[in-house]
């Protein structure tokens, strides 16, 4: 009788104990990188980006969300898992020497649980900060007038295909972008939509297209007032709501809209 009591008090005592890893498992934040997966990070890196987007002066800069891109195909999540890389870009544009103020302002305005640090040095200046989720957020100078913000997963396993959120119309937005595209007389060889959920509501979008032509044409359409940012290899201005940048790319012009949150 008393073995059986044993025995009975070890298995009920078997029972709890795994109840209790089950709703660990199911309730408790992770403590590690390697307790989590790609998707778990995206939405984490969507809300950097929308605060980063969010600090910004609107009428002084033009911003372009980018897609997610893999930055290391094969890493190390620990020494018996492989795991992936993925990153997000917000690229700025601003007039050339507004950087720094425009990551200190960022910097400002970013929730205060990033811990967000700007270091300047010269031409150069950087922003890091923790988004949380064993997400980091860099900021830096990218050329004259432009900065690019990235929102890094960090190397985790992936478990589910990396896929945009993008509007339900894949014509959504275009006008700024076809306006431009007129006025080179040039058609779009690609269109591109990237969006993100904005941690106050809405959502953040940039329609891009893909074309050719002398940005010099589409420049002078555009009254002194409204203009942002006038780089030899890019040029953005304000269109409304909408923020417009044209920016070299390979051997083609990329032109974008952008506007949301």
């Given at each position: 009788m008393k073995r059986r009591w044993i025995v009975t008090g070890v298995v009920a005592w078997a029972v709890v104990v795994a109840g209790l890893a089950l709703y660990s498992y199911s309730n408790d934040r992770p403590t590690a990188r390697e307790q989590t997966t790609i998707a778990d990070a995206l939405p984490t890196v969507d809300a950097a980006l929308g605060?980063?987007?969010?600090?910004?002066?609107?009428?002084?800069?033009?911003?372009?969300?980018?897609?997610?891109?893999?930055?290391?195909?094969?890493?190390?999540?620990?020494t018996a898992r492989e795991g992936t890389r993925f990153a997000r870009d917000l690229m700025v544009y601003v007039k050339k020497g507004a950087e720094a103020d425009t990551l200190d302002r960022v910097k400002g305005a970013l929730p205060a649980q990033y811990k967000a640090a700007v270091a300047h040095g010269g031409d150069l200046h950087l922003l890091t900060a923790d988004a949380g989720n064993f997400v980091s957020v860099r900021g830096s100078t990218a050329g004259a007038g432009v900065l690019r913000f990235t929102a890094d997963t960090?190397?985790?396993v992936q478990d589910a295909a990396v896929v945009e959120a993008t509007p339900a119309s894949q014509n959504a937005n275009r006008a700024p972008v076809q306006a431009?595209?007129?006025?080179?007389?040039?058609?779009?060889?690609?269109?591109?939509?990237?969006?993100?959920?904005?941690?106050?509501?809405?959502?953040?979008?940039?329609?891009?297209a893909v074309t050719s032509g002398d940005a010099a044409k589409a420049k002078a359409t555009v009254p002194a007032s409204a203009v942002v940012h006038d780089e030899p290899k890019s040029f953005a201005f304000r269109a409304g709501v909408a923020g417009v940048a044209l920016r070299a790319e390979d051997d083609s012009l990329v032109v974008s809209s952008t506007a949301g949150c």
């Amino acid at each position: 009788m008393k073995r059986r009591w044993i025995v009975t008090g070890v298995v009920a005592w078997a029972v709890v104990v795994a109840g209790l890893a089950l709703y660990s498992y199911s309730n408790d934040r992770p403590t590690a990188r390697e307790q989590t997966t790609i998707a778990d990070a995206l939405p984490t890196v969507d809300a950097a980006l929308g605060h980063v987007y969010a600090g910004l002066d609107q009428q002084a800069s033009v911003a372009a969300l980018g897609a997610y891109r893999r930055t290391e195909m094969s890493c190390r999540v620990t020494t018996a898992r492989e795991g992936t890389r993925f990153a997000r870009d917000l690229m700025v544009y601003v007039k050339k020497g507004a950087e720094a103020d425009t990551l200190d302002r960022v910097k400002g305005a970013l929730p205060a649980q990033y811990k967000a640090a700007v270091a300047h040095g010269g031409d150069l200046h950087l922003l890091t900060a923790d988004a949380g989720n064993f997400v980091s957020v860099r900021g830096s100078t990218a050329g004259a007038g432009v900065l690019r913000f990235t929102a890094d997963t960090g190397c985790r396993v992936q478990d589910a295909a990396v896929v945009e959120a993008t509007p339900a119309s894949q014509n959504a937005n275009r006008a700024p972008v076809q306006a431009v595209l007129d006025t080179l007389g040039k058609p779009a060889s690609q269109w591109r939509t990237h969006r993100l959920t904005c941690p106050g509501g809405g959502a953040l979008w940039t329609v891009e297209a893909v074309t050719s032509g002398d940005a010099a044409k589409a420049k002078a359409t555009v009254p002194a007032s409204a203009v942002v940012h006038d780089e030899p290899k890019s040029f953005a201005f304000r269109a409304g709501v909408a923020g417009v940048a044209l920016r070299a790319e390979d051997d083609s012009l990329v032109v974008s809209s952008t506007a949301g949150c």
